[in-house]
């Protein structure tokens, strides 16, 4: 490596729920670059930091390891990285082994074996604070005598908690020979490759060997004094109601039942304030460009196609925060350990649990948290029944359909029959998620039990700081992916939608004489059976991009000039008088199920590494669909008693 | 006559699962069984903490009996019934003296 | 704004739109072969970055630039 040209690279490496990654935000706050290692679908989160003699560093922030021995894609990562096997990645310069203070049992045996490889290694002893707190001694010096390696303190959650690390890291720099005076193996810094390592010897493959790496750290342990075991813990105390077989479901019900309550109701002014916007936008350019092309693109077009997207952002936000928070706080792996038997009966473990409760803002983001799940079938499940939990994108559609076609009665004790038709939508979706999932499993012949093995952190307070960092990279993933793709598929689709225009004089709607128009024609005899009419299937060719897009394109098939928000509100008094009840209906059930977002599909197939899951996932769900618009169509023509 | 000295009963081991809640036990073996990968079971298990002389207590069990969470040294797992099968563990008296 | 330069505009948003949708969608060995289909008729950094990293960008390993520029000398 030469040391001259390239900057340093440091890796961050340790147990999971280690404080790794708070460590790793403090370092670099929002100087990171999250992309994927060539070839796999794990994450690689690297980012800068300035030293304080203004040089950079090259900070990568590994997945948790449990042992260099991996059990998942995100350890095998890790494990590779550190032995040096991934052709990309150059070996790090320094490694960082963060360990958790509280819990030196557990963290030690890593850093044992990291030690055994021969690279200049560090460890960073986190959360010092709550080990103080618990009156544990915490000595690092001596810790580092014990260890022969340099070893800093750290606290992860704190500003300035890493300026010990920082240090090091500029002493590093400066004077590489200073190393050896602090115990890291100098063979390994003098230029060169490290000694050929017994990879075996390192990892510490069987029992036997885990067992003597156990007595090294109790021996350790020993010598400082850190060989008891805690009492009863806060953690523990919470967990008792948490986790307890009756309480703990009913704390789970309400803790969702808030969240769904508040991403719903306190998004609500501003996704109204975001729409006013769009429309106050689409208006200026209305009077400031003469109708015709630009103009149509402009507004039809790209406010249009982004204010689709941009439109539920406050709610993505939102749902993000409170599972942000959850995250943080240790609570999601409690709500995973209660719902595992659950979705261990459709074939799934408690783990889909936070991917499909993502979905429920959006199924893009909930593909990609997929990853945490270290099955391989159950992350390909999880994946392909994503969509099907109620994303907000169907909002508008259902909005506009219940608001026009169910009657605003209650239905006694004060619920409301449009409030139970939108629960009754949501059950449906849950429900055909199950229902696919459980089919599935059957189809797999294999009764494997999944493993669990599933850590539950001890609880702490989230930090704002992470939380902001975190919401921050998510949205940002978020907007860029579906904003930058959906951008431009709705451009090309105002273009099918525009082309080839009707002569002067045409009586139709302009729409009926395009690309968009004639495949939609061409669509209605396929939709004919299942009660959709040609305006409904020409509408849904532009849905395909994302599902919101079907309220403005049924604006346009009906001809209407106006943009943004006003579209519902006129297009509902038509529909009102063309369609009948099951038709209304149909189209409900075909939304339940239907893949009209191109994102999820692109999602999964970025996720999956190939064409075939999307291709399944789109199939089924059409499939789906059809099937549950048709019995629906023909159910409720029955049951009204109507030609 | 040298009186009867009071012999110590057999040491009886459980499986983790069937441990009775907020019983502190010490893990004896760590086996695996048929019809997991099983030494692949084992060493991971070994790996998160589960190591013959470890301390364990069973802090709840889910509706329907499963999943177990556990407590290990001073790390709380989630397992499986199956996968608490493979520990074997001896009660500890209650009275524990803790350094 | 005469009708030309609207025309001009949006066909050049219709054509950036579709060249960005196929970089991001369509799979890999498409966009090496129409990349080195329309090398030398279009600049060496717009078709690499065609060819390059997309929505798919776990699919393979990047075109080393040379393969690229191979066929445009």
Redesign the interface.
């Known amino acids: 490596m030469n040391a001259v040209a390239a900057e340093p690279l440091v890796a961050l490496v340790g147990n999971p729920n280690c404080g790794k990654t708070a460590l790793f935000n403090l370092l670099t706050g929002s100087r990171q670059k999250i992309a994927n290692y060539a070839g796999v679908t794990v994450e690689r989160k690297e980012g800068r930091l300035r030293t304080a003699s203004g040089s950079r560093v090259r900070v990568l922030d590994l997945p948790g390891a449990y042992s260099l021995r991996p059990r998942t894609p995100d350890e095998q990562i890790t494990c590779d990285f550190v032995l040096g096997r991934l052709a990309d990645e150059p070996r790090p310069d320094v490694v960082v082994a963060v360990v958790d203070a509280t819990n030196l049992r557990r963290h030690l045996r890593l850093v044992l074996a990291l030690r055994r490889l021969g690279q200049p290694v560090i460890v960073a002893l986190n959360m010092v604070d709550l080990a103080r707190r618990r009156g544990l001694p915490i000595d690092a010096p001596a810790l580092g005598r014990e260890l022969a390696l340099p070893v800093v303190e750290t606290v992860g959650v704190r500003a300035g908690g890493a300026q010990s690390l920082l240090d090091y890291l500029e002493r590093q720099h400066a004077a590489p020979e200073s190393a050896v005076a602090d115990g890291v193996d100098a063979p390994a810094r003098a230029g060169g490759r490290a000694a050929p390592l017994d990879e075996a010897a390192a990892v510490a493959a069987d029992m036997a060997s885990v067992a003597a790496d156990q007595h090294e750290v109790e021996r350790i342990l020993g010598r400082l004094g850190l060989e008891g075991v805690p009492a009863d813990t806060p953690s523990d105390r919470i967990d008792r109601f948490v986790l307890h077989p009756v309480v703990g479901p009913l704390v789970l019900s309400a803790t969702l039942f808030l969240v769904f309550q508040a991403v719903f109701a306190w998004a609500q002014p501003f996704m109204r304030a975001i729409t006013a916007l769009i429309a106050a936008l689409a208006g200026l350019i209305g009077a400031a460009l003469p109708a015709g092309l630009l103009q149509s693109l402009l507004v039809d077009g790209v406010l249009a196609g982004a204010g689709s997207v941009l439109v539920f952002l406050p709610q993505i936000v939102l749902l993000f925060a409170f599972i942000l928070v959850l995250e943080d706080s240790g609570y999601l792996p409690r709500a995973a350990f209660l719902l595992d038997r659950l979705m261990g009966s459709v074939g799934l473990s408690g783990r889909s649990f936070i991917p499909l409760l993502s979905s429920f803002a959006c199924a893009v983001p909930g593909i990609l948290a997929a990853r945490t799940i270290p099955n391989a079938r159950d992350r390909t499940v999880t994946i392909l029944i994503a969509p099907l939990m109620t994303c907000s994108a169907r909002l508008p559609v259902y909005t506009l359909l219940i608001g026009t076609f169910v009657p605003a009665r209650t239905v006694g004790f004060g619920v409301g029959l449009q409030g139970l038709v939108l629960f009754v939508l949501y059950a449906a979706g849950v429900g055909g998620a199950f229902a696919v999932a459980w089919v599935l499993k059957r189809l797999r012949r294999a009764n494997a039990i999944q493993p669990l093995q599933m850590e539950l952190p001890t609880y702490h307070v989230p930090s704002l700081r992470n939380l902001g960092i975190g919401l921050l990279q998510r949205v940002e993933v978020f907007v860029r992916r579906v904003g930058t793709i959906i951008l431009a598929l709705m451009v090309l689709l105002w273009f099918l939608s525009s082309f080839p225009a009707p002569p002067a004089g045409y009586p139709g709607p302009a729409i009926e004489y395009s690309l968009a128009g004639r495949l939609g024609s061409l669509l209605a005899y396929l939709f004919a059976p299942i009660g959709f009419n040609w305006q409904i299937s020409i509408a849904l060719v532009p849905g395909l991009a994302a599902r919101e897009v079907v309220v403005g394109a049924l604006g346009t098939v009906y001809a209407l000039s106006a943009a943004g928000s006003d579209v519902a509100g006129q297009v509902a008094p038509l529909i009102a008088r063309a369609w009948t009840l099951p038709t209304a209906f149909a189209l409900l059930a075909w939304y339940v199920f239907a893949p009209q977002c191109l994102s999820t599909l692109v999602a999964a197939r970025r996720e999956t590494n190939s064409w075939r899951y999307p291709a399944i996932m789109a199939g089924y769900q059409f499939a789906l669909a059809y099937l549950a618009a048709g019995l629906t169509y023909h159910a409720s023509r029955w049951l009204l008693a109507l030609p | 006559m040298p009186p009867d000295r009071p012999t110590r009963p057999p040491e009886k081991t459980l499986g983790l699962e069937e441990l009775p809640l907020h019983t502190d036990a010490r893990i004896v073996a760590?086996e695996a069984r048929k019809g997991?990968e099983a030494a692949d079971?084992?060493?991971?298990?070994?790996?998160?903490?589960f190591?013959?002389g470890e301390?364990v207590r069973l802090?709840?069990?889910?509706?329907?009996g499963?999943?177990l969470?556990v407590?290990v040294?001073?790390?709380?797992?989630?397992?499986?019934r199956?996968?608490a099968a493979c520990v074997r563990v001896v009660a500890l008296p209650l009275r524990v003296l803790?350094? | 704004m005469s009708a030309l330069f609207e025309r001009l505009i949006v066909a050049a948003a219709v054509l950036a739109s579709a060249l960005y949708a196929f970089k991001a969608l369509a799979p890999f060995g498409w966009r090496v072969a129409v990349a080195r289909r329309l090398s030398g008729r279009l600049p060496d950094r717009l078709l690499i970055w065609l060819a390059g990293q997309g929505a798919c960008d776990a699919c393979g390993p990047r075109p080393a630039p040379a393969a690229l520029r191979r066929r445009s000398r």
């Open positions: 760590v997991h079971l084992a060493e991971r298990l070994a790996e998160i903490g190591l013959p301390r802090l709840a069990r889910a509706l329907f499963e999943p969470a407590r040294g001073s790390d709380t797992f989630a397992l499986r199956s996968e803790r350094p």
